[in-house]
């Protein structure tokens, strides 16, 4: 079956950076584009970032951009989520998710179990 395992998300202080990866199993991945989503205490899953099947083409929410990259490797079956002068509004559950480029950040065809993200300031 489809597997889409997080890790990479631990307690870090404001200012630093963490690097999550996200590793597919059970689907063609190339045949996906690969998102991050977040969900903090108290509020709603939110879209983060986005990339294409290719990798040539992402896209972020207004409050992450020129802090967090997005990237993949389609030999390796992973997404990463680099993320760099993190904040206390950061702090969330980081999930990965596949689907297809254009409806990404709405519909979703498959889902990570989530990492922990802490950002103390």
């Known amino acids: 079956q489809v597997q889409l395992v997080e890790s990479g998300g631990e307690l870090v202080q404001a200012g630093g950076s963490l690097r999550l990866s996200c590793a597919a199993s059970?689907?063609?991945?190339?045949?996906?584009?690969m998102g991050w989503f977040r969900q903090a205490p108290g509020k709603e899953r939110e879209f983060v970032a986005r990339?294409?099947?290719?990798?040539?083409?992402?896209a972020y929410i207004d409050s992450v951009k020129g802090r967090f990259t997005i990237s993949r490797d389609n030999a390796k079956n992973t997404v990463h989520l680099q993320m760099n002068s993190l904040k206390p509004e950061d702090t969330a559950v980081y999930y990965c998710?596949?689907?297809?480029?254009?409806?990404?950040?709405?519909?979703?065809?498959?889902w990570g179990q989530g990492t922990q993200v802490t950002v103390s300031s």
């Open positions: 998710a596949a689907g297809v480029w254009a409806t990404l950040p709405t519909t979703q065809v498959y």
């Open positions: 059970g689907l063609t991945f190339s045949n996906y584009a």
């Open positions: 990339i294409s099947r290719s990798g040539s083409d992402s």
